[in-house]
Structure formats: structure tokens, C-alpha cells
């Protein structure tokens, strides 16, 4: 694989609705109300449900790992989160390479919501593929 500084990664777009942020919660146990009752999140000052920082954090990793492919391997990965996602709204992951150093790749990584402001910011190294031979 051809890597270089200023590479964007290809956008990953994902849809997350109510039931897999249900699903999401028997998974990793985290049933904080916020992620799955209206009523209750309301109650607490948010518009609404909102997804689970693990989930977004997942979907991030999914994008790294789709890019750099099944013969990388992904050495580090942190996320920072900054805003909300909404359920029945794009989730937008994106990112760009930082930096090369031989075969590790320094990523920066991030989700948008639909108004294109940054929600989880990150940064993820990648040790890739060596060529053949």
C-alpha cells in the first residue's frame, strides 16, 4: 500500500438507529439510561437518546482497520469525545494521514455529525503491510 502524509482515508458513513444502540448496550453492558430511554435523557438536558462514546469509538476503529487492510495492525488508538451523535442521523468517520515512519502510519481520525462539527476526535498508529519480497 502506497501511504503518504495528507492521505485521506475513505469516509465511513454510518446509520445508527435506537435498536442497535439497544443492541449496543446488551453488548458491552453499559445500559446507562441516556442511550436508550427518551424520556430520561431528556430529563437530563439532551435532545434525546444519544450513541454510546464506545460505539462511536468502534465505528472509528472500523474505519482504521478497513483502510489499512487484514495483514496491518492497528499498535495504538485514543479517542476524545466533543460532541453528540443522534440516533437517525449520519454518523460520519473520517480521517487523514499524519505522518509516515517506514512501515507506521500516524492517523488522525474523527466523527462529524450532520452539520460537519467534529463529535469524537482521535488519533490511531498502524503498522502496515510489508510488501513482498
Request: aromatic share 8%; net charge negative.
Amino acid at each position: 500500500m502506497n501511504v503518504r502524509a495528507g492521505q485521506e482515508l475513505p469516509e465511513l458513513v454510518k446509520e445508527p438507529t435506537t435498536q442497535q444502540l439497544v443492541r449496543y448496550a446488551g453488548a458491552s453492558g453499559d445500559f446507562y439510561q441516556i442511550h436508550y430511554d427518551q424520556d430520561f435523557a431528556r430529563s437530563t438536558g439532551l435532545p434525546g437518546v444519544i450513541l454510546h462514546g464506545l460505539l462511536k469509538a468502534g465505528f472509528l476503529a472500523q474505519l482504521v482497520t478497513g483502510w489499512a487492510g487484514r495483514e496491518a495492525r492497528l499498535t495504538s488508538f485514543e479517542v476524545s469525545y466533543r460532541g453528540l451523535d443522534l440516533p437517525g442521523r449520519p454518523c460520519r468517520c473520517r480521517g487523514v494521514v499524519k505522518s509516515v515512519d517506514g512501515d507506521q502510519a500516524l492517523l488522525e481520525v474523527w466523527t462529524e455529525d450532520p452539520d460537519g462539527n467534529r463529535t469524537t476526535i482521535g488519533n490511531a498508529t498502524v503498522e502496515l503491510a510489508r510488501p513482498p519480497g
